[in-house]
């Protein structure tokens, strides 16, 4: 009971985190982010770059690719477009992982003290965009530490397997592929999960994240809907030439690295 309240409080942290920090700079980039996801979708390449770059800032690509079927949807954007757009945000969502893989637990204090500073001695919102931006950074480190600490007793546990699955269980409901690799990465750093048994959980989790790009094309146009559809294609397919075809060049790469 006390890893399952570990993990969660960790994996809330964390998920709180990320939001706090993608809206930080959301709030900083303004509406500028829809005005340049319309104006530099003009082919597939700048459409990827944009796709890319926008799910950097706001930290999700479900966020990415339901604004994608928004804009479809009311003519503002063509299919190739978005295609190219939803490729990009398969990308940009991979650099929190990217982040949190990272050993810098230790900005993590400092991160939080700076940002509850600016954020409780000054007025400007301009300073407060800051100040979240550095406050979310600071809790999102946290809560992985709190999940690295958590999970150190699995080692020796029976049901690891049981609670494994439990965990990946919350993070489809919070509908947050961010959220599944900081806990792949958690139970990694502590030697729980090889590469080779996180690469399923990971091809899941790729597939699973297209849920609510599809639920935000119910009752929209048909471009919409096939925008909707080609980002599950585009991950399905993409998981399957991985887990057939690059799966074990890939590893051995990666393991080289």
Do not use: W
């Amino acid at each position: 009971m006390d890893i399952a309240i570990g993990i969660m409080g960790g994996l809330g942290l964390f998920l709180y985190g990320m939001n706090l920090m993608g809206d930080g700079l959301q709030k900083s980039a303004g509406s500028k982010l829809k005005r340049i996801i319309e104006l530099l979708t003009s082919n597939v390449i700048m459409g990827v770059l944009v796709g890319m770059v926008v799910t950097m800032v706001i930290q999700s690509s479900s966020a990415t690719t339901v604004m994608v079927v928004g804009f479809v949807n009311a003519g503002i954007m063509s299919l190739p477009q978005a295609i190219g757009v939803i490729m990009g945000a398969n990308i940009g969502t991979t650099i929190t992982a990217q982040l949190v893989s990272l050993d810098v637990d230790f900005l993590a204090p400092v991160a939080l003290g700076i940002g509850i500073v600016i954020y409780m001695f000054s007025n400007k919102p301009k300073h407060k965009n800051i100040a979240e931006i550095l406050i979310g950074f600071g809790i999102l480190f946290t809560g992985m530490d709190f999940m690295k600490e958590a999970v150190k007793p699995l080692a020796g546990y029976q049901g690891f397997t049981d609670m494994l699955l439990m965990g990946f269980a919350i993070t489809a409901i919070v509908q947050s592929s961010s959220a599944s690799m900081g806990m792949l990465i958690a139970l990694a750093s502590q030697g729980l999960i090889p590469i080779t048994a996180a690469l399923p959980i990971l091809y899941g989790e790729n597939i699973g994240t297209c849920v609510t790009s599809l639920i935000s094309s119910i009752g929209a146009s048909r471009n919409a809907r096939r925008a909707a559809i080609m980002h599950l294609t585009f991950n399905v397919l993409g998981s399957m030439i991985f887990m057939f075809i690059l799966s074990k060049p890939i590893v051995a790469i990666v393991t080289a690295i």
